[in-house]
C-alpha cells in the first residue's frame, strides 16, 4: 500500500506558474512511475506527465512545453512545474504511482485555477 500527499495547488492568473508536489510513503520500494493526472467535472481525467523510474517522461501534447514533470524515486517524489498557465488548465490534478505488479495508488487531489 501506497500513501500519496499531494500540495501546491492555488489560484493564479493566466501566464502564471505553479508548482504541484506529491510525496508517497509505505511500500514506495515498489514504485516505477509516477506522474500527474488531471480531471474536469463532466469530463475523464487524463494524464498530464509522469515519469519512469528508468528516466524517461510522458507529457500530454496539450502541456508539452509548458510543464515538467520530475520524478526522484529515491526521495519517493514526485513534481510538476506549470508554466505559462492557461484558463483550459484548470481542473483537479491528481498524484498518480504504479508499483510492480501493476497496482496504482492516488492522492486525493489539488486544485488548480487559472483565472483572471
Known amino acids: 500500500q501506497v500513501q500519496l500527499v499531494e500540495s501546491g495547488g492555488g489560484l493564479v492568473q493566466p501566464g502564471g506558474s505553479l508548482r504541484l508536489s506529491c510525496t508517497a510513503s509505505g511500500r514506495v520500494f515498489s514504485i516505477y512511475v509516477m506522474g500527474w493526472y488531471r480531471q474536469v467535472p463532466g469530463q475523464e481525467r487524463e494524464l498530464v506527465a509522469r515519469?519512469?523510474?528508468?528516466?524517461?517522461?510522458d507529457v500530454a501534447d496539450s502541456v508539452k512545453g509548458r510543464f515538467t514533470v520530475s520524478g526522484d524515486f529515491a526521495k519517493s517524489t514526485v513534481s510538476l512545474q506549470m508554466s505559462n498557465l492557461k484558463p483550459e488548465d484548470t481542473a483537479l490534478y491528481y498524484c498518480?504511482?504504479?508499483?510492480?505488479?501493476?497496482?496504482?495508488?492516488w492522492g486525493q487531489g489539488t486544485q488548480v485555477t487559472v483565472s483572471s
Open positions: 498518480n504511482v504504479v508499483q510492480y505488479g501493476g497496482l496504482e495508488s
Open positions: 515519469s519512469r523510474i528508468e528516466g524517461t517522461t
